[in-house]
């Protein structure tokens, strides 16, 4: 990333030129000539002007598009500063619609060879390549596009360091930085996270990483999914502006051995069945926290009690940012989307769907006025027991709804039911959980 600094010897940038509101030609021609009396700018030369049709926003009139080529001592910034204002001097106003009609647009579409990241400013312009009524005018005036930089939609980086690097470097630019931690084989519910990430902040950073601490000898690490292609190919189209995707030799190397340990949030349910799983978890993502530093890291409420894990780790080790819990995404016919979906055949996966029906059942006679929590267990273990594909239920449990403690005894108010069961051969175990005393969708 280029650092905010006023140069000191001259750059060639070319800026790109359009308009759609008022006298067209004579907003373009007031720009060129308004560079030129600017300090620090010296203008070489104009493209001619060509009308095209608009890309995106409300409907609206054709552009007219053009290009300047500049040799300026202003660092990009200030450059983006003096555009911006000759923008306003020419009518346009701040509060417009988004890609709507405008009397002037100044872009900056190269600076030199330089590639700059900030929330901004992004050089070369990002969809540089995708919009023929900027190229055209940029080879009129003598730039080769098979030279424009190329910029990888996200970058993978393996690195640690480098990955570390790349986030500072986003912050410093003035970016919101989002972080959605996985383990790969990426579905919608991923993509919901990557999504969510987007609308709050102005990067996103992915992770895809199977972590062999949160792995038992006799569990799945070796045929965990792994299809980085595709993965790459769903954060490209979420937005994701970097992928850590690092070995394990990288992540850990030869002499690691640190843990987190954690607490009473990992006590039972999936810490009774799988002891060391949460610690691994912690441990990945406090690391994966500290080279990122976002402003908030996201995950999905299927693993309920992995997220009231993460939570108290954040808390207690007063780590940056904040987590932000998100809302389970479903198949259509209810099943919770989970990697390791794929490993069912296809009448397992269709017998799989009565950990929904167990949640319905608990939360219906919930709603119907029962209160004692021994019954609603009970009520949902015999929907399951009822599903002869259903090898083994490893819990059903009510807890509180959120930090997932247990409940007092007597009549319960608000809680989440949680249910771990196990289908095919070899047995694939599914999470899921749901609020009894809500009444939410549980298919989409």
Known sequence: MLESKQMTRAVLAWLGLGSNLGDREANLRFACERLARTPGIAVEAVSTFRETAPVG??????????????????SPPALLAVQK??????????????????????DLLLYGDATIDTRELVVPHPRLRERSFALDP??????????????????????PAEFAAHCDALRRGGCRLGLVPTMGALHE???????????????V????FVNPLQFAPHEDLARYPRPFAADLALCAREG???????????????DFISRIAVGREAVGMEGAVRPDHFSGVATVVTILWSLARPDFGYFGQ???????VLRRVHQDLRLCGAIVGCPIVREADGLAMSSRNVYLQPEDRRAAVVIVAALREARARFLAGERDAERLVAAARERLAGEP??????????????????????????????????????????????????DEVLAP
């Open 389 to 438: 594909r259903c090898r083994a239920v490893d819990y059903v449990e009510l807890r509180a709804p959120d930090d997932l403690a247990p409940l007092p005894k007597g009549p319960i108010g608000p809680a989440r039911l949680l249910i771990a069961a196990r289908f095919g051969d070899p047995a694939t175990r599914l999470l899921d959980n749901a609020r009894v005393d809500v």
């Open 138 to 159: 940029l080879r009129e005036l003598g730039v080769d596009p098979g030279t424009i930089p190329r910029r990888e939609s996200p970058r993978v980086i393996r690195d």
């Open 205 to 208: 950073a992915a992770t895809i």
């Open 57 to 74: 926003g409300p409907p609206q009139g054709a552009f007219l598009n053009g290009a300047v080529r500049i040799a300026t001592t202003l």
């Open 85 to 106: 204002a000759i923008e306003r001097e020419a009518g346009r106003r701040a509060d417009g619609p988004h890609h709507g009609p405008r009397e002037l647009d100044i």
């Open 240 to 254: 994701v502006a970097l992928v850590f995707a690092p070995s394990v030799e990288a992540m850990y190397g030869k």
């Open 302 to 308: 299927k693993d309920a009690q992995q997220l009231a």
């Open 189 to 203: 519910g991923h993509a919901s996270l990557m999504r969510r990430a987007r609308a709050d902040c102005d990067r």
